[in-house]
Structures are given as structure tokens and as C-alpha cells.
């Protein structure tokens, strides 16, 4: 017997597992670079850009087939209950979100009060400006934000919140 989902959480579980896909995506690209030794900002940008069209490409077509498959679920709005859960995990991604941005600050004012130690860290590269790799920071935290809000709005889902 197989987990039944409704549309809402098909469509939860999907993004979820975008998200996982894009995040591995992005961070084995940057990690090959460096690997490579081949790490610029051209490159880095590069990397984005393909996250970012990535991203936008899977989750319009998931979505899309989604919504062909469920139309009549599809058509309905949010009730009572999907907007508690989509609150709670809302709650939990900005926690991780405000965390990364706190960890970027946190090196920012590192590299001005010490440069040699911000690029003692496993976060910060030493191959680019500075900026790029607070950009690079910011956007897994971002994505990472992102896992959190499906995968605990999946759990509610599950749980029955």
C-alpha cells in the first residue's frame, strides 16, 4: 500500500525534492570549480545562473503536470488548514534564512577587522572577491531556507497539523 497524498502535498513533496536537486546542483558545480582550480567570478556566476533557470524550468513543468493530473484538487484554494501549516513552516525557514544572513554579516565584519582569517573558513573563497563569496553564502542559505519551509510543511502535512 502505497503513502496517498493530496495535490497539496504532491505539490509540497515535488518542490521539496527540487529544491534538494537544485541545492546538489549548484554546490557540485562550485565545488568543482574549486576542485579545478578553476573558480572565478565569471564561473561562479555562472553556476547561479544555471541554478536559477534550473529552478525555474523543473518547477514550472513539475507544477504544470501536477496541476493536469489533479485539476479539480488543483482549481481549489488554500483552506484553513494550509495556511496554518504554510505559516508554521514559513516560522522555520526564516529562522535558517536569518542564520545565514547573520553568518554573512558575521564574515563581512571578519574581513574587515581580520582579511586573513575570513579566508581561513571552508565559506569564504580565496580564488574571488569577497562580495562573490558572501553572494554564494547567502544563496545556499537561501536554498537551504527553502528545504526547510517544504520539509517541514510536508511534516505538518503528514502529522496532520
Not at 493530496?6 to 537544485?22: D, P, Q
Not at 546542483?25 to 555562472?46: E, F, K, P
Not at 488548514?81 to 535558517?96: E, F, P, Q, T
Request: aromatic share 10%.
Amino acid at each position: 500500500m502505497g503513502i496517498v497524498m493530496g495535490y497539496k502535498e504532491k505539490s509540497v513533496a515535488a518542490s521539496l525534492l527540487l529544491s534538494v536537486i537544485i541545492l546538489a546542483v549548484y554546490l557540485y558545480d562550485v565545488l568543482h570549480l574549486v576542485n579545478a582550480g578553476q573558480l572565478s567570478q565569471s564561473a561562479l556566476m555562472g553556476a547561479v545562473v544555471k541554478m536559477v533557470l534550473l529552478s525555474l524550468i523543473l518547477e514550472v513543468v513539475t507544477h504544470s503536470v501536477l496541476a493536469g493530473l489533479n485539476a479539480k484538487e488543483a482549481d481549489r484554494g488554500d483552506d484553513e488548514r494550509d495556511k496554518l501549516i504554510a505559516l508554521k513552516s514559513n516560522r522555520w525557514a526564516y529562522a535558517v534564512l536569518t542564520s545565514a544572513v547573520y553568518i554573512s554579516i558575521f564574515f563581512i565584519w571578519l574581513n574587515s577587522v581580520a582579511p586573513e582569517r575570513a579566508v581561513q573558513t571552508p565559506f569564504i573563497f580565496d580564488d574571488i572577491e569577497f562580495v562573490y563569496s558572501i553572494l554564494h553564502l547567502l544563496l545556499s542559505g537561501f536554498i537551504c531556507a527553502e528545504i526547510t519551509r517544504y520539509g517541514t510543511r510536508l511534516i505538518y502535512y503528514r502529522r496532520g497539523a
